[in-house]
């Protein structure tokens, strides 16, 4: 598969932030955040843009600089999106994915288009400084009766709906906002003991959690020897990078962001790792190339 280096635009879809690119004038779409935002599971879909001749032959990978480093994701021309997109059955999908779905499969191909097109998203509508009057003061008063700086209130808004600044919220988000803000300032210490307790036993991520989402350490597993210790299982580097090997920590970053925890640092370490043992794998298979190739006997380097 022919692999690109570009630098991503992001492009604001009902507060997903969706990466484009543009690669010798062919718009292109990262595909697993879209995946991720809707609620599919990426192997899935990624095997069947493989399994697809026409989605097949339009997939470039495209290295693009991320927080943790430079980074490989699948991209499809924004002119195949549709086509992925509409066959993806809504009634053969989860419930709680269904509605995400349609959403994506009547607007988003759309929005990303006016995008590249016209200079804007059309859809999804953000908010005049007008309309956000109402949040300024939910923001004022919340200050008011809690000693917060302002700053630390908006980023309480930052942290609950994954943007950077109030003037990316949608009319969707914004009402969404405001109440958010209006229970905080009444509710306060006891909102946020409750939030943690949901939180806290919302998260669980056991051992077997692993395999379920990482292809390429189930399959392993399934053909290893076992280990001489009991309840242990062999662990590679290729296990730890990759899109074949998702990681669950990455996962469970997801989650707490997405219930307003700021994990920016533990996100940022976790991909420069992933990124650096990837690249340590392509030294290892290089090197591991160059001494068969120099020698008659053929040589094993393991990691």
């Known amino acids: 598969m022919t692999v690109f280096t570009a630098s991503p635009v992001s492009i604001n879809f009902h507060g997903a932030s969706i990466p484009t690119f543009n690669v010798a004038g062919i718009i292109r779409v990262a ?10 599971e990426w192997h899935g879909q990624r095997q069947r843009i493989k399994r697809n001749p026409v989605l097949a032959k339009g997939a470039v ?22 086509g992925w997109l509409f066959g993806v059955d809504a009634a053969r999908v989860k419930p709680e994915v269904r509605d995400k779905l349609v959403e994506y499969q009547e607007e988003c191909f759309e929005v990303l288009s006016n995008y590249w097109q ?3 998203a059309v859809k999804p509508r953000t908010v005049t ?40 919220l949608t009319a969707e988000q914004l009402p969404e906002a405001v109440e958010y803000i209006h229970r905080m300032t009444l509710e306060g210490d006891y909102l946020e003991k409750q939030h943690q307790a949901a939180l806290q036993l919302a998260i669980h991520y056991p051992m077997d959690q692993w395999p379920a989402i990482n292809h390429q350490l189930r399959q392993d597993w399934e053909n ?21 090997s998702p990681s ?44 068969s190739h120099s020698s008659s006997m053929p040589v094993m380097l393991t990691s």
């Open 31 to 40: 595909m697993k955040p879209i995946c991720d935002s809707i609620g599919l």
């Open 129 to 168: 400084p007008d309309e956000r009057a109402g949040l300024r003061a939910a923001v004022t008063m919340l200050t008011t009766k809690r000693g917060l700086m302002h700053s630390a209130a908006y980023s309480l808004v930052h942290h609950r709906f994954n943007v950077e600044h109030i003037d990316e």
């Open 224 to 244: 290893e020897v076992p280990t001489i210790y009991p309840n242990r299982r062999w662990v590679k580097a290729r296990h730890l990078y990759g899109e074949s």
């Open 61 to 82: 990978m495209i290295t693009a600089p991320s927080k943790g480093g430079l980074q490989k994701v699948l991209t499809l021309p924004l002119t195949k999106l549709n």
């Open 118 to 120: 016209k200079g804007q």
């Open 248 to 291: 669950p920590t990455l996962q469970m970053l997801a989650q707490l962001k997405k219930e307003g925890v700021n994990v920016e640092c533990c996100e940022a370490e976790v991909l420069a790792m992933r990124h650096h043992i990837g690249e340590f794998e392509s030294l290892r298979h290089n090197l591991q190339r160059m001494l």
